[in-house]
């Protein structure tokens, strides 16, 4: 990789990881415990609406990190060491795969059914997701700076 795109892909790695570190932190300590006030009548329609705002800020994040992941891990530059991409590789895979197979079904399955027990497994679960990406955070910026 060249120097610019690599400054390039590190910031925007840096960017979409910190900016997934914040959101779900406030997913973790602020959206999701607030549901519990949400009355179980609106709760499903609730539920599909966060659904359909949250995408709009977790999608282009996740994307950009995602991209940035493969390209420092198959196109790793010297000042990134192995085990560092693969860390970062190992937490991006963590995050993603706990969303796509529990967080998001636990999501249908809310607005679906309108049912918010549901949401205490949701929270309970979004633990793996909040520490990896705090890890995806750490790992970003330490790549940047190392680099």
Known sequence: M???LLTTVLIAQVLASVGMFGVIWLVQVLVYPLMHKVPPAAFGAFEAEHQRRITFVVGPLMAVEGISVLA???????CVSF????AGG???????????????????????SGDPDLLGRLIGTNWIRTVAWTCRAAIAVAMLVGC
């Open 2 to 4: 060249s120097g610019s």
């Open 72 to 78: 420092v891990f198959f196109a790793r530059p010297s």
């Open 83 to 86: 085990a560092l991409a693969l």
């Open 90 to 112: 190992l937490a991006e895979a963590v995050a993603i795969g706990t969303t796509a197979l529990v967080s998001a079904p636990l999501h249908g399955r809310m607005s679906a």
